[in-house]
């Protein structure tokens, strides 16, 4: 069933009670209860209700169409996405707003009003067809926290070609699997990109990833750290600047079918490989609008920051889509909460008068760690609403913000979602629900969330059990790229016809959500998705090792941390150096946000009869704890040997 790994007892004792004041309920974008049970009753005209707000050049002629597992939304419409981040806002007022503003780490900064976004998107747009970019092209993006990252996803969905982001701190190996798998034709990067004072490498990564044969033919490069002047390669590599030139700045948006794909993104799942998760146009763009305005309660004056970085799907949501949808101000950071000091990011929220903040709690954790003395260096009083995503929040972070970035004034929304929920699924409507420090609290209007156990059976009020979602909604994910098979085994196999989220969850006697973590061989280190299947690959692939399993281990901090269990080869000797070595090479195949906390050398790892690795056992080793259930041990001798060894129970 589903195991404690949130803490679920701490939880259940959490009885605080946040209801919204008057204040904020009076001027809340929704503040009528009974949007849920009319919702409910009617998820498709709900729906259909919030996408009379979107700009259509043709509207749909039918809302869903549910063939299980396949859902078609606005099936015979057709749209632009950028024209509904951008266009649409400059027949009013708005072509003069800030659409975003900007801060690189040393401190440089650009605003870009609605109107900027349009030319530089449209240039950008005109760039792209001029290297032969068209409709139903694959467009691979690796890019640092720069302005022209959202630029170029815009461009792309602009002319039509499908977007696929890549975290900036993903190795030169990940970055190939991602393009092979996508068969991306262009590659935009940039020379390097700024973080805590140095200088991430990124245009020798991407140099290091285009190792023949290769999709690529052409390479885009944004010039940002002036690090890579020697390095263009002739024939394939084309500054930015130098692209944009001399390009006209209007570029007609390609009329899109609704379910036209929009992007893929890759995120790890419980195999060794990732999963190139496809969203599409019109249900994307609407979930994500719609949760933006509703949970944020977005408003014309609002100045909003979301700290994730665009290349995870919080910032293709909520960075990108969903606040640009809405007309929103969105502030972008290139670097580090800590430099030059602690305060960044309170110095930033002063700086623009910054009112909705919305971060991981893994952030919180370390502001928590690092004092309160560095928001009150400065001015926060201009916030009014901070937001959580990511992972579980603990009570006792969720109080710290409330309190020292909130001035105990701001509701906390906790968000939970997934890469491939594409929008926020469960989350508190500020203007109408009670908080309660720790839940996600309710399923957004029109969404059919349910707990259920083993056999999918509700397990009602209290209960412990599996997070499923028993509707379509706007945003889903529609498959994984180039796997079809892989979508229905993985997300509706479990229980017929219904979504499985692999999270755990309790729910309340008020109906409240607790999300408990992750119930695969997926784990959350600081709010990053990692399978242990693809830690586990990267350290078998060093020749140093026989056999490798990795788990999570909960952290104060990170929430989980990684702990590789490792078998040396019979020829080599466990050192400090083999150590070294091994989260080394992890760093090197996979990013550094995967490197393992610990290693621990062991003579074999403890498996059941049939040859399964039990995890759960080197999850009691790595945390100290007394072994639960070793009846299934092909040979106890071998966890009795591992806890002589690193255990510390007792
Ligand atoms: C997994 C999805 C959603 C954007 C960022 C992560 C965990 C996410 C919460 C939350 C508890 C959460 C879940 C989920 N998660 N938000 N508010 N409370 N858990 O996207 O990388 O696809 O990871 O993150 O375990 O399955 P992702």
Request: charged content about 25%.
């Amino acid at each position: 069933m589903v195991e404690n790994v949130g803490g679920i007892e701490a939880l259940l004792q959490e009885d605080r009670r946040f209801p919204p004041s008057d204040e904020f309920r009076n001027q809340a974008n929704i503040s009528d209860p009974n949007v849920y049970e009319e919702a409910l009753r009617d998820p498709e005209g709900f729906w259909a209700k919030f996408a009379e707000e979107l700009d259509w050049i043709k509207k749909w002629d039918t809302v869903l169409e549910w063939d299980p597992p396949h859902a078609k939304w606005f099936v015979g419409g057709k749209l632009n996405v950028s024209y509904n981040c951008i266009d649409r806002h400059l027949k009013s007022a708005r072509r003069n707003k800030a659409a975003i503003i900007w801060e690189g780490e040393p401190g440089d900064r650009q605003v870009y009003t609605y109107r900027d976004l349009y030319r530089e998107v449209c240039k950008f747009a005109n760039g792209l067809k001029s290297l032969g970019v068209v409709k139903g092209d694959r467009v691979t993006i690796y890019l640092p926290m720069v302005p022209e990252l959202p630029i170029a996803m815009l461009a792309c969905a602009r002319i039509g070609a499908a977007h696929s982001v890549i975290f900036g701190g993903f190795s030169a190996e990940s970055i190939r699997d991602r393009i092979d798998d996508s068969q991306s034709k262009l590659l935009i990067t940039a020379d390097g990109g700024f973080r805590r004072g140095a200088i991430i490498p990124l245009k020798q990564n991407a140099d290091d990833a285009l190792v023949s044969p290769t999709p690529i033919e052409n390479v885009v490069v944004v010039r940002r750290t002036e690090s890579a002047d020697d390095k263009m390669v002739a024939g394939r590599d084309i500054w930015w600047h130098d692209l944009v030139a001399d390009q006209p700045m209007h570029c007609e948006p390609e009329p899109m079918d609704s379910e036209d794909m929009l992007y893929l993104l890759y995120t790890s799942g419980t195999t060794g490989k990732p999963k190139g998760i496809v969203h599409t146009t019109a249900g994307y763009l609407l979930g994500t609008y719609a949760t933006a305005k509703w949970v944020f309660d977005l408003k014309e004056e609002d100045v909003y920051w979301c700290t994730a970085d665009i290349g995870w799907v919080t910032g293709h949501s909520y960075i990108v889509y969903g606040p640009l949808a809405n007309g929103a101000t969105s502030v972008m950071y290139e670097g580090s909460p800590d430099y030059p000091d602690r305060d960044r990011f309170w110095a930033i929220v002063a700086k623009y008068g910054i009112s909705i903040v919305y971060t991981a709690p893994t952030a919180i954790r370390t502001f928590m760690r690092w004092g309160e003395e560095y928001p009150q260096r400065h001015d926060l009083t201009s916030i009014r609403l901070l937001g959580s995503v990511g992972e579980p929040i603990n009570p006792e972070a969720w109080m710290w913000y409330w309190k020292n970035i909130g001035l105990e004034k701001c509701p906390v929304v906790d968000t939970w979602w997934q890469t491939e929920t594409g929008q926020i699924l469960i989350a508190p409507l500020p203007g109408i629900t009670t908080l309660r420090p720790g839940s996600a609290t309710r399923p957004f209007p029109g969404i059919d969330a349910e707990v259920v156990d083993e056999a999918g059976n509700p397990v009602g009020p209290g209960g412990g059990g599996y997070l499923t979602i028993k509707k379509p909604w706007p945003g889903m994910l529609r498959t994984i790229y180039g796997d079809p098979d892989r979508y229905v085994e993985q997300y509706w196999s479990r229980y017929p016809d219904i979504y499985f989220t692999a999270d755990g969850a309790k729910i309340d006697e008020d109906g409240n959500f607790w999300l408990l973590g992750r119930v695969d061989d997926v784990i959350n280190v600081s709010a990053h998705r990692i399978s242990t299947m693809e830690v586990e690959s990267a350290l078998v692939d060093n020749p140093k090792v026989a056999e490798a399993a990795c788990i999570g281990r909960s952290d104060e901090i990170k929430g989980q941390a990684i702990v590789g269990f490792v078998t040396l080869k019979d020829n080599v000797t466990s050192s400090d150096e083999v150590i070294a070595e091994l989260k080394r090479h992890v760093a090197t195949k996979i990013g550094a946000m995967a490197r393992p906390d610990d290693i621990y050398f062991t003579a074999e790892l403890p498996k059941t009869r049939s040859g399964k690795i039990m995890r759960r056992l080197l999850r009691d080793v790595a945390e100290g704890r007394a072994l639960g259930d070793t009846t299934t041990l092909a040979d106890p001798a071998v966890v009795e040997a591992l806890k002589q060894q690193y255990g510390d129970d007792e």
